[in-house]
């Protein structure tokens, strides 16, 4: 099966910090993946995505890393801000029959300390 | 431009009891996906239209079903509610079925008695 794993359910940082999300996946058939920003009371928001050819992608503030070996996915925020606070879900989009289904990780909640 | 749109925000029902869900994929969009998010946890797919057509189902019940009308806009329906199907619904958007950046709406939160 597929399942996708976050390290950590909360995370808090200091506002100026940097902070590094990170989501652990199974399934080496997994070809995109994408990180998501879900604030209270809303839908979840695209922030960054990175294909499985490429290792690292960049940003307004943010990096998206991705170790294929260790099936591995990151997400660093650059000088974390208030409006940072919010669920970060990593998820997985593959070709299954045809259509493309995202599978998303149980996500973590960023506290952005003032 | 407008997101994708979803209506109605909120919504009560009773065991038992059916509900339509609605979905206004971004324009130009052609793909509506649905997935369900229990609160603590991530989105799970429920169904993937395209053209008018099912195009992908995930591990719900045939209580769940959906249509995708001309304008692609989508309605999902969910009958014989139980206390469990209480969630927030998502819609998201792509602009076809292989493209894979889906953008999400607001959802609608649904809450069975």
């Known amino acids: 099966g597929e399942s996708v794993g976050l390290h950590l359910p909360t995370l808090s940082v200091q506002e100026g910090d940097n902070s590094i999300i990170n989501c652990a996946y199974s399934?080496?058939?997994?070809?995109?993946f994408i990180w998501y920003k879900q604030e209270s009371g809303k839908g979840p928001q695209f922030i960054i995505d990175i294909r499985s050819n490429m290792d690292k992608r960049q940003g307004q503030r943010v990096t998206v890393l991705l170790n294929k070996t260790v099936k591995h996915l990151s997400l660093q925020i650059a000088a974390t801000q208030p409006g940072d606070s919010a669920v970060y879900f990593c998820a997985l989009n593959r070709l299954d029959t045809g259509r493309r289904a995202l599978t998303f990780g149980s996500g973590t909640r960023l506290q952005v300390q003032p | 431009d407008a997101g994708v749109t979803q209506s109605p925000t909120h919504l009560i029902k009773t065991r038992g009891q059916q509900v339509t869900l609605r979905c206004s994929p971004i324009?130009?969009?052609?793909?509506v996906s649905w997935y369900q998010q229990v609160l603590g946890q991530g989105p799970q797919f429920i169904f993937q239209?395209?053209?008018?057509?099912?195009?992908g189902r995930g591990n719900f019940p045939d209580r769940f079903s959906a249509r995708q009308f001309p304008n692609y806009s989508s309605e999902l329906n969910v009958n014989a509610l139980l206390l469990g199907d209480s969630a927030l619904y998502l819609c998201?958007?792509?602009?076809?079925?292989?493209?894979?950046?889906?953008?999400f709406g607001p959802g609608t939160r649904l809450l069975v008695l």
């Open positions: 324009s130009g969009h052609k793909s």
């Open positions: 399934n080496s058939a997994s070809d995109y």
């Open positions: 998201a958007s792509s602009l076809d079925r292989m493209q894979e950046t889906q953008y």
């Open positions: 239209y395209y053209e008018k057509e099912e195009r």
